[in-house]
C-alpha cells in the first residue's frame, strides 16, 4: 500500500508536465500511468519517453547514401525538472523496496522462530491430554547450535 501511494504521488508530479501524449483520453493517462509505474516498479525506463518525445532522424542522401544522426532533438524548457523527478523517483523507491525486502525478510525469521516455539511447547503440554493417560515421555526442544560445537 505505501509503494501504491508513493506510485500514486509520482504520477501526479509527472502529470504536471505539459506532456501532450500524456493528456486528454482515458487511454493516454493510463500510458503515463505505465510510464510512472514501470519506471518505479520495473526500473525499465526511457527519458525521451517520459518527455514525450520520438526519436528523430536528421540527415540527408548523398549519392545514395544516408548521412546524418539519429536521436532525441527537441528537448523542452521542462527537461531539466523532467530529469531531476526521474533521479528523485528511480532513487527514493529503489531504496524504499529494498528496505522493505529487508524489513520482510527480518519479521518471517522472527515469525518462524516463533512458530517453533508455540509447535514444541504444544507439543510438551499434549503428552497429558483429557482422557489420555501420562506416557512417562518428555518433550526436550533445544537448538542444537547452542548446545554442540558446530565443528564436530
Request: charged share 20%; glycine share 10%.
Amino acid at each position: 500500500m505505501v509503494l501504491m501511494v508513493g506510485i500514486l504521488a509520482s504520477f501526479h508530479a509527472y502529470s504536471v508536465f505539459p506532456i501532450a501524449e500524456n493528456s486528454g483520453s482515458f487511454a493516454n493517462v493510463l500510458n503515463g500511468f505505465l510510464k510512472i509505474f514501470r519506471l518505479e516498479l520495473l526500473g525499465d525506463f526511457e527519458l525521451a519517453e517520459l518527455e514525450g518525445l520520438d526519436e528523430q532522424v536528421k540527415g540527408k542522401f548523398k549519392h545514395g547514401v544516408f548521412e546524418g544522426e539519429t536521436g532525441n532533438f527537441n528537448h523542452e524548457k521542462f527537461h531539466t525538472w523532467l530529469c531531476m523527478e526521474f533521479m528523485a523517483m528511480s532513487i527514493v523507491f529503489t531504496v524504499a523496496m529494498n528496505v522493505y525486502i529487508g524489513l520482510l525478510s527480518e519479521l518471517y525469521d522472527k515469525a518462524v522462530e516463533r512458530k517453533n516455539g508455540l509447535y514444541n511447547h504444544w507439543l510438551a503440554s499434549t503428552d497429558k491430554g483429557p482422557g489420555q493417560h501420562q506416557s512417562g515421555l518428555m518433550w526436550f526442544a533445544y537448538e542444537e547450535d547452542h548446545l554442540l560445537d558446530v565443528a564436530t
